[in-house]
DNA sequence: TTTAGCACTCTATGCCTCAGAGTGCTAAAT
DNA sequence: ATTTAGCACTCTGAGGCATAGAGTGCTAAA
């Protein structure tokens, strides 16, 4: 960690860091010394910055431009000098609004609602993932018969995630084998969590199971398989064209490698999961990303529980240039949100 | 309908169309007499090309440019001189793999497979309508009860749509009441289409019902709230940035809109449904759309049935400048894979 | 009816200039 | 020992201008 700078440095930081934000314009020391009024002339603030710049906290695009922050600078910015703002009336409005636990039983709607709300509240991209359905615990699971061919699984989690498939029955099984099945199998994977359902645990039941009702290899399989097919889990994206607003994204080739990356669920999963701090708010700024197409980023990162169980990972997107403060602001109220609502 | 063009300009008009959707660049003449060998010099085909213009086939962007077709000129080409392209063998062996019915028995992972494949390959945006829930017929309803207070509603259509939803249930039932309500419901529903179920035959069923059995008013707030909400149908696109590749699109002005659209999956099942002609293949060329952000585009749609019933649309969204033989031929392969698949 | 030839038009490109913004340094002021 | 005023210097970006190139339309000859 770079040594700490002195007030004044630090004062004439967080103003350049301030103005960048707002105007995406190299910030010259004649502007930091009116806007800010610190009592000092435009060559004084000069010559800091010039320190500054030596430290390599700030940089000039060329010789005679104003200043902007490096990532370093943002760094010392968010672990120094943020003030934390709150959310605007109107924001916090429409975050209560949307996010009224009335009508939305279902969890992929609160979570596309917080996709939604906090990219408007933010002006960014937001990224939020699901529950991991593989960190759940088993609760239960049916088998209701559909015809004579086909059955719907129905596969129930303590954290009330509902999965169901369709599957082929090639032998016909009475209603009494098949429930016979169903309730060995539940007594057995109870409270386990599905990561912990592996191959071998199946491989085991199968033998077990076997001896004693000959007929169920095929519906093995079938857990086996859809076991296997949650291993992806899907991100919810909000406000992808905002990012489309930045000025740092004119460039229809930058464009194109985001909305790439946005496309492909899998990695956006990876970036998320990475982050997962498990505990409060995670920023990740510039090259501290390890994928290469954000590194011009920034991603801050939150988690939601339940029952203080961590559920998911919820992101905002965007330039480096960003407002931090109130992008935190915006994601702590969020995950309070979240966490109240999921927990009832 | 237009007159007809004598057979030497419908070969110049073909030869510009094909000319420009390559290069996207204004096709003079005498590119045309060179490329084409129609043993004409370029002032010839000038003297026939200003004709052209002059009924509206043609327009030169500016007075000393080479020509680019017209929405009219699209038009002409489409109904009168395309040729249909067949596949590559490459985009044949990618549709057959990527559409094997092997692994894809849920309906969610076909449509998503097809908006990819169908995006790659004709570099263009797909949107796809998942099948339409609320025209399949009612099959059967189940409830399971998960534990003192909640449920799980399963309810299944004739095409094989399963939608579930968690309820609440205040007061309690035993298994004998649940299994009493929902055959009397299954019974009264069969065979209807979800549209048939409005909320006034929910109302006389109530009536009905509750004279046997008064503690079932909350079921049905259930079940009605459960058919409003699928209102809105699930869109699928592939191949979002496909778009960007277009030099139309290198405005990012143009490219919010679009972007912006995509997001909006009201209003593209909207601009999907429009189309459906029940029938075929249909082209929609630029300001023939009715959605003002897509009148510089063309789209092409077709739809899949399941038993000569038709399910969803396939759509192909791009700039007018677009391979039409070509997306038209995909189209085709794809919609028949998909009905072959789904009959299955 | 077709074609060669030519004058004309319009765009895109590169080059130049110049104003404006901002710097760094030096010397004076506090 | 700091701070500040003043000044020369640098770099960018916008505007103006000339030019090459592509393509046209028209006229007159084939």
Chains 1, 2 share one sequence.
Do not use: W
Not at 22 to 33: F, K, L, N
């Amino acid at each position: 960690m770079a040594a700490l700078l002195n007030e004044r440095k630090e004062q004439i930081l967080k103003a350049v860091v301030i103005n960048y934000v707002i105007t995406a314009e190299p910030v010259g020391s004649r502007t930091v010394s009116r806007s800010h009024r610190m009592g000092l002339s435009s060559a004084t603030i000069r010559n800091e910055m010039a320190d500054l710049e030596e430290q390599g906290f700030l940089v000039q695009p060329h010789t005679s431009a104003g200043r902007i922050p490096t990532q370093l600078g943002y760094r010392y910015y968010v672990d120094n000098l943020m003030d934390l703002s709150d959310l605007s009336d109107d924001d916090e409005l429409a975050l209560s609004n949307s996010l009224s636990t009335e009508k939305m039983r279902e969890i992929e709607q609160i979570i596309n609602n917080s996709a939604r709300v906090l990219s408007s509240a933010t002006n960014q991209t937001s990224l939020i993932m699901g529950p991991q359905f593989r960190k759940s615990a088993f609760h239960h699971l049916r088998i209701l018969p559909l015809d004579e061919k086909r059955g719907l699984v129905v596969l129930i989690t303590d954290t009330g995630f509902i999965k169901n498939k369709v599957i082929d029955m090639q032998q016909q099984l009475s209603q009494a084998e098949l429930h016979q099945v169903v309730s060995y199998l539940n007594q057995k994977l109870y409270g386990l969590t599905i990561d912990q359902v592996t191959t071998s645990l199946i491989n085991e039941l199968k033998r077990d199971l076997f001896k004693r009702l000959e007929i169920l290899e095929q519906a093995f399989i079938l857990l086996e398989e859809s076991l296997k097919e949650e291993k992806q889990i899907r991100v919810f994206l909000g406000g992808t064209t905002n990012i489309l607003n930045q000025p740092e994204f004119k460039d229809v080739d930058k464009i194109r490698r985001m909305l790439n990356l946005f496309e492909q669920e899998p990695l956006l999963f990876k970036i998320l999961e990475d982050t997962s701090s498990e505990d409060n708010i995670v920023v990740r700024i510039g090259a501290e990303n390890e994928h290469a197409d954000i590194q011009e980023c920034t991603l801050i990162t939150g988690t939601y529980k339940i029952h203080d169980k961590t559920l998911g990972t919820v992101g905002v997107l965007g330039p480096t240039r960003m407002d931090y403060g109130h992008v935190i602001g915006v994601m702590r109220r969020l995950v309070n949100y979240l966490n109240k609502s999921l927990s009832s």
